[in-house]
């Protein structure tokens, strides 16, 4: 899986006109190799990936400049990353039911 998205960072640079199929790329890769490959946050992964599929669309009509639109994937990324640790850390806060 790793190999299949390096490839996909070096065939399609982060740049207008690129930018979707980057990240189409890379949720086809990531889709391809399931939840076995990527563990337990695969559905958090498929998240980003679909946020990432937006951004890359607004960088290649112009909406976002290649550098707004890396300044979202990373607020993106960051939120959705806090998104689930608060909701990991409130599941192991639950009793456990028998």
């Given at each position: 899986m790793h190999e299949a998205v390096s490839e996909c960072f070096s065939k399609y640079p982060f740049?207008?006109?690129?930018a979707y199929q980057?990240?189409?790329?890379?949720y086809q890769a990531h889709a391809h190799y399931g939840p076995?490959?990527?563990g337990a946050q695969y559905s958090l992964r498929l998240q980003v990936?679909?946020?990432?599929l937006k951004v890359?669309?607004?960088?290649?009509s112009g909406i976002l400049t290649p550098e707004e639109g890396k300044t979202t994937l990373r607020w993106v990324t960051d939120k959705a990353y806090a998104q689930a640790s608060q909701q990991?850390?409130?599941a192991s806060a639950q009793p456990k039911r028998n």
């Amino acid at each position: 899986m790793h190999e299949a998205v390096s490839e996909c960072f070096s065939k399609y640079p982060f740049a207008k006109g690129t930018a979707y199929q980057r990240f189409n790329c890379i949720y086809q890769a990531h889709a391809h190799y399931g939840p076995d490959a990527m563990g337990a946050q695969y559905s958090l992964r498929l998240q980003v990936d679909l946020a990432s599929l937006k951004v890359g669309q607004d960088v290649d009509s112009g909406i976002l400049t290649p550098e707004e639109g890396k300044t979202t994937l990373r607020w993106v990324t960051d939120k959705a990353y806090a998104q689930a640790s608060q909701q990991q850390a409130w599941a192991s806060a639950q009793p456990k039911r028998n």
